[in-house]
């Protein structure tokens, strides 16, 4: 099965660098995905990484090291609407994910 | 626009009395799948869907049944619903394995 490990809660100020750490354990590897959740609202896809190295988005870089089944979500000059929740996930079966427990980010003024 | 379609958003029932939520994508999506959030635990999949008449359970498929007739249609059926069904719903649907995950916007269900 089918298992990922990510901080709870992370907190920074505006115009920080935060970094969303994933663990994960998985048979057959696809892929490292992130989602964000803001509170009652739908999660919304982020990023894709299915390689290994860094992919950005503007702000937001996605990183994955498969050899140690870890990857990062970097969020740079951080503003308040980046207040949400951030889910890491890996495909279960053909076409579905798992995801991790999500981690809380708190941006404060 | 491309979206996933929910209904109810919020439903409030009583235990024992059946009851569907509805989801429906305009992607021609093949893949669709069924998940609840609850505090502390993240998504959990309950079923999903790789094609018409094609389904499978998830993690937590007990007390749930789903059908798949057409394709872009993905009802979610509670027989006989319980407290512990008590939750934030979501539909999603996707192209495949490396693509986006499009989630509805949930249905926010309390079973008294």
């Known amino acids: 099965g089918q298992s990922l490990e990510q901080p709870s809660e992370v907190t920074a100020v505006e115009g920080a660098i935060v970094q969303i750490n994933c663990t994960y354990q998985?048979?057959?590897?696809?892929?490292l995905s992130w989602y964000q959740q803001h509170d009652g609202g739908a999660p919304t896809f982020l990023s894709y990484n299915g390689l290994d190295g860094l992919e950005e988005t503007g702000r937001f870089s996605s990183f994955l090291s498969r050899s140690d089944s870890y990857g990062y979500l970097l969020l740079q000059e951080l503003q308040m609407k980046d207040s949400a929740s951030y889910f890491c996930?890996?495909?279960?079966?053909?076409?579905?994910?798992?995801f991790g427990k999500g981690t809380m980010l708190l941006v404060s003024p | 626009e491309a979206q996933v379609t929910q209904n109810p958003r919020y439903l409030i029932t009583v235990t024992g009395k059946k009851l569907t939520v509805t989801c429906s994508q305009n992607m021609n999506h093949e893949y669709m799948s069924w998940y609840r959030q609850d505090p502390g635990l993240g998504l959990r999949q309950i079923y999903y869907?790789?094609?018409?008449?094609?389904?499978d359970k998830g993690d937590v498929p007990e007390g749930y049944k789903v059908s798949r007739k057409e394709k872009r249609n993905f009802p979610l059926i509670l027989e006989s619903p319980s407290p512990n069904q008590t939750s934030l719903y979501f539909c999603?649907?996707?192209?495949?394995?490396?693509?986006?995950?499009?989630f509805g916007n949930g249905t926010r269900l309390t079973v008294t």
């Open positions: 869907s790789m094609n018409v008449e094609v389904t």
């Open positions: 998985t048979s057959g590897f696809y892929g």
């Open positions: 999603a649907s996707t192209q495949g394995i490396s693509s986006p995950l499009h």
């Open positions: 996930a890996v495909p279960s079966g053909y076409s579905t994910l798992t």
